[in-house]
C-alpha cells in the first residue's frame, strides 16, 4: 500500500461523521468516490509541499 492510500484509508477510516460528509458532498460534486477524492486531496498538497521552500524537507533531507 502506497503513502498516499494509506493516508486515505487513515482519513476516511477515523474523521468524524460531519468531516465524513464534507467529503462525501466534495467528492459528488466533483464527481468522485470519497477515496479518490481523498486520494487526489493527499496527492496534490504533498506535490506543493515538495514544491515549496519548507525548511521541514530541507532537514530531512540533511539527515
Do not use: W
Amino acid at each position: 500500500m502506497s503513502n498516499v492510500e494509506s493516508r486515505t484509508k487513515a482519513i476516511i477510516t477515523h474523521t468524524t461523521p460531519s468531516r465524513h460528509q464534507f467529503l462525501r458532498v466534495c467528492a459528488a460534486e466533483a464527481g468522485m468516490t470519497i477515496s479518490s477524492f481523498t486520494e487526489n486531496l493527499i496527492s496534490e498538497a504533498l506535490s506543493k509541499v515538495e514544491k515549496s521552500d519548507n525548511p521541514f524537507s530541507e532537514a530531512k533531507n540533511k539527515q
